[in-house]
């Protein structure tokens, strides 16, 4: 079992930068990815990054290239979200999940963190 605790949400405007953690515990992530996901209201959750715990590879969607960064810190047992120029849009649930490497799908999940940009 994973558990997984995100942090860092909030209200901003238009145009801040906002960074989410993500800390996990219960196992070693040597063999995990770790990402995450968003959720806006009335809307399905979608992929957002991921990061392999080993190495520190990453996969972005298309559409958050360039203002989202992920990272992670190993002695700290965290993944990080950097998002920047935040606009509207990017209102949503954010949630923190990870799969092991050899699963096809997450089947750990964080509670999610609420961000809201204001315009």
């Known amino acids: 079992q994973v558990q997984l605790v995100e942090s860092g949400g909030g209200l901003v405007q238009a145009g801040d930068s906002l960074r989410l953690s993500c800390t996990a515990s219960?196992?070693?992530?040597?063999?995990?990815?770790m990402g995450w996901f968003r959720q806006a209201p009335g809307k399905e959750r979608v992929f957002v990054a991921r990061i392999k715990w080993s190495g520190g590879s990453t996969v972005y969607a298309d559409s958050m290239k360039g203002r989202f960064t992920i990272s992670r810190d190993n002695a700290k047992s965290t993944v990080y979200l950097e998002m920047n120029s935040l606009k509207p849009e990017d209102t949503a649930v954010y949630y923190c999940?990870?799969?092991?490497?050899?699963?096809?799908?997450?089947?750990?999940w964080g509670q999610g963190t609420q961000v809201t940009v204001s315009s």
């Open positions: 999940a990870a799969r092991p490497l050899q699963s096809p799908t997450y089947p750990y």
């Open positions: 219960g196992r070693t992530l040597g063999s995990y990815y």
